[in-house]
């Protein structure tokens, strides 16, 4: 495996692989007995998009492995003024051992993909966002032990989150029960891929339908970088799918919830529930660091 660009890039043992090496690393980190496993390594990081976790994760961690990270602003690189992803991958790969993007459009980090000689993974794309699900199962892990056999609910917005989640719960055999409302929901490809996958995957518009004894909940943003023009659209037919205590009553007594964050407060959730005792949100923050130094160990050592 070269790239990672899709939570589908990885067999459900490399999911748990990627899991305990993110669990050894974080105790690693914690007790100070960590190598400088990439050390005189460079990472490129291009992001199209803001980004406080993804960014900064990414970058500590080269720097825990005595590597070093670059945050390319493609308003600052030639890309900016019109030189080709094609070429920015071929020029790239000339100096560094890995690249990072945060794109608008998937087909960019597939093309950097495709053009670079090194590794290139996907820090966030309109469609996926592979390396919040490492992060985000390996907490699940964390607060309950397993993941096959429990069931993961997505509450709001079919989004790149949601459809990785999906994938992710099917290789992993978690039952992923997605609430949505019309036009919102994640695309039939991934649906289809999902269940091809062996998946047991419910689309449905009624939050409490996805929330009923789910073991997680899951949400996300009601508008997502890139959706800013759709802002009032999306609050009149997202109420009503909010995250809350009435929702989570509704769950197992034990139920996590998680948020790949940033999250907004009164909107997507209640304040009550992301300051709340089942909130894992930090921990699972957290734990982009450990779940990102794995992914580059695994692909770039
Ligand atoms: N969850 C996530 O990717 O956060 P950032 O946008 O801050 O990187
Ligand atoms: N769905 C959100 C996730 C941010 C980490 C977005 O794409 O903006």
């Known amino acids: 495996m070269?790239?990672?660009?899709?939570?589908?890039?990885?067999?459900?043992?490399?999911?748990?692989?990627?899991i305990e090496m993110a669990i050894d690393l974080k105790k690693k980190r914690k007790t100070g007995k960590e190598s400088e496993l990439l050390k005189n390594k460079s990472l490129a990081m291009i992001f199209e998009k803001s980004s406080t976790r993804t960014r900064v994760s990414f970058e500590v961690g080269m720097t825990d492995f005595g590597g070093h990270a670059l945050y390319l602003n493609p308003k600052d690189i030639q890309i900016g003024r019109g030189e080709t992803v094609e070429d920015t991958a071929r020029t790239l790969s000339r100096y560094v051992h890995g690249i990072i993007a945060?794109?608008?459009?998937?087909?960019?980090?597939?093309?950097?993909?495709?053009?670079?000689?090194?590794?290139?993974?996907?820090?966030?794309?309109?469609?996926?966002?592979?390396c919040q699900?490492?992060?985000?199962?390996?907490t699940i892990v964390e607060y309950k032990g397993k993941l096959e056999g429990l069931k993961f609910a997505w509450i709001g917005d079919g989004n790149n989150v949601c459809q990785s989640a999906m994938l992710g719960c099917a290789l992993v055999g978690m039952e992923f029960s997605a609430a949505c409302p019309d036009g919102f929901k994640p695309d039939e490809a991934f649906v289809e891929k999902a269940r091809e996958l062996g998946g047991k995957i419910t689309i449905t518009d009624k939050p409490?339908?996805?929330?009923?004894?789910?073991?997680?909940?899951?949400?996300?943003?009601?508008?997502?970088?890139g959706d800013e023009a759709e802002k009032e659209k999306r609050f009149k037919v997202f109420e009503g799918y909010q995250v809350n205590d009435e929702l989570l009553a509704l769950a197992k007594p034990d139920v996590i919830v998680e948020h790949c964050l940033p999250a907004h407060r009164g909107?997507?959730?209640?304040?009550?529930?992301?300051?709340?005792?089942?909130?894992v949100v930090f921990d699972e923050a957290e734990n982009r660091l450990h779940a990102h130094k794995a992914i580059i160990l695994k692909l770039m050592a």
Do not use: C, Q
């Not at 070269?2 to 990627?18: C, G, H, Q, T, V």
């Not at 608008?104 to 996907?122: D, F, G, Q, R, W």
């Open 2 to 18: 070269k790239d990672f660009l899709s939570i589908a890039d990885l067999s459900r043992e490399e999911i748990l692989e990627l």
């Open 102 to 130: 945060r794109v608008y459009s998937h087909e960019t980090v597939a093309k950097l993909a495709e053009y670079a000689t090194v590794p290139v993974i996907n820090a966030l794309s309109d469609i996926e966002h592979p």
């Open 133 to 138: 699900i490492i992060a985000d199962f390996m």
């Open 208 to 225: 409490e339908e996805a929330a009923k004894d789910a073991d997680v909940i899951y949400t996300d943003v009601w508008v997502s970088m």
């Open 267 to 279: 909107e997507e959730i209640s304040a009550e529930v992301m300051d709340g005792p089942h909130s």
